[in-house]
């Protein structure tokens, strides 16, 4: 079965960092461009970043862009993003989504989400 | 950045009812559109991709057109399992941008 788990989730306080994973099953993961995306809570979804192949070309949403750092380890089947200097703004669920293996950037398959909460 | 402008942002339909959804886009994307079904506490779900294209796995009341600035997702007979959050998204260029949303709820 086709899956992406994520994980590292919690809560944070105002400055601080997180390191969320994302594992893939049931396909190689080294095939495909990833992306994250977040939902803060109510809200709709706001795209993150993208990752291509082999993690040699990344791009970021304005909001995150600095801060943020998305990576890959194909050999361990594992997606990151590395949120620092988080903000109450940056509160919501974190979804890993795969790029699909055609034209544009859709997301065909998405993990279930790990759940940042920045508070004091 | 291209921005999406879905409307209704609400909708109260009944079982059986042809539901129809817009999404407008800020500058032409020609057909780089696609529309997620969401449901409360879960994972977006890819309903149709290039506009028109029906995900694998995606049952046939679902429909999408447009091309341009001017996009429609249609859902023939809507079903019970159909009341969900859908979000159309670009992705003509980056930052890929999701529209804000229509919420589907039973009439």
């Known amino acids: 079965e086709v899956q992406l788990v994520e994980s590292g989730g919690g809560l944070v306080q105002p400055g601080g960092s997180l390191r969320l994973s994302c594992a893939a099953s049931?396909?190689?993961?080294?095939?495909?461009?990833m992306h994250w995306v977040r939902q803060a809570p109510g809200e709709g979804l706001v795209w993150v970043s993208r990752i291509n192949f082999d993690g040699s070309d990344t791009i970021y949403a304005d909001s995150v862009k600095g801060r943020f750092t998305v990576s890959r380890d194909n050999a361990k089947n594992t997606l990151y993003l590395q949120l620092n200097g988080l903000g109450v703004d940056d509160t919501g669920v974190y979804y890993c989504a795969r790029d699909n293996d055609g034209p544009g950037a859709f997301m065909d398959v998405w993990g279930k989400g790990s759940t940042v909460t920045v508070s004091s | 950045d291209i921005q999406l402008t879905q409307s209704p942002s609400f909708l109260s339909a009944s079982v059986g009812d042809r539901v129809t959804i817009t999404c407008r886009a800020s500058?032409?994307?020609?057909?780089?559109l696609a529309w997620y079904q969401q449901k409360p506490g879960k994972a977006p779900k890819l309903l149709i991709y290039?506009?028109?294209t029906l995900q694998s796995g995606v049952p046939s009341r679902f429909s999408g057109s447009g091309s341009g600035t001017e996009f429609t997702l249609t859902i023939s007979s809507l079903q019970p399992e159909d009341f969900a959050t859908y979000s159309c998204q670009q992705v003509n260029r980056y930052p890929l941008i999701f529209g804000g949303g229509t919420k589907v709820e039973i009439k």
């Open positions: 049931g396909f190689t993961l080294s095939n495909y461009w």
């Open positions: 500058q032409g994307i020609s057909d780089s």
């Open positions: 290039v506009a028109s």
